[in-house]
């Protein structure tokens, strides 16, 4: 299963393909995409355009995308929802399912806590890939998401569901 974790964000939405064989979870790729524009609309044209060539290089089998978290800035929390709006019209249009999954579940499934800090999670995805370091921050975090996803998938099965 190739699992492409997508953490979005206003300025960087990082990005991590995971392939997942048996027990087994390898890092084929990772990236951070920067979209580029003098506006808010510019940019949101670009994050488009760039990560659609990403999802369409990587091909992946299923999306698991970072929900966004409701903080105090009311303004912050629309333009990361109109970004976060943008990569899911990417994904769709090409196809790929996705799977959302919040900050909380995330740092829950990677540390055991759901307010762990996110050092920990980087921590945790350079052990669980055996990596000699962690990738930048905003990659780190999609690799969080897509271990999160596939984690889920063994124990629904482990349960005996879908």
């Not at 990560?51 to 698991?64: G, I, K, R, T, Y």
Request: a positive charge; proline letters at 6%; glycine letters at 12%.
């Amino acid at each position: 299963m190739r699992v492409l974790g997508v953490d979005p964000g206003t300025r960087a939405t990082g990005w991590a393909l995971i392939i997942a064989r048996g027990n087994r979870s390898l890092l084929e790729a990772f990236g951070t995409v920067r979209a580029k524009g003098s506006d808010h609309p510019a940019r949101l044209a670009d994050l488009d355009r760039r990560f659609s060539a990403v999802v369409s290089e990587l091909a992946p089998d299923c999306a698991a995308v970072e929900s966004g978290f409701s903080g105090r800035n009311p303004k912050s929390g629309l333009v990361l929802a109109e970004s976060r709006g943008v990569l899911l019209a990417v994904l769709g249009r090409e196809g790929v399912p996705v799977h959302p999954y919040t900050p909380a579940q995330v740092k829950s499934a990677m540390v055991g806590n759901g307010n762990a800090e996110k050092q920990q999670v980087a921590f945790m995805v350079v052990r669980l890939l055996g990596l000699a370091e962690p990738p930048p921050s905003d990659a780190a975090d999609a690799a969080g998401v897509a271990l999160t996803h596939i984690h889920s998938r063994v124990v629904v099965a482990v349960r005996g569901g879908r």
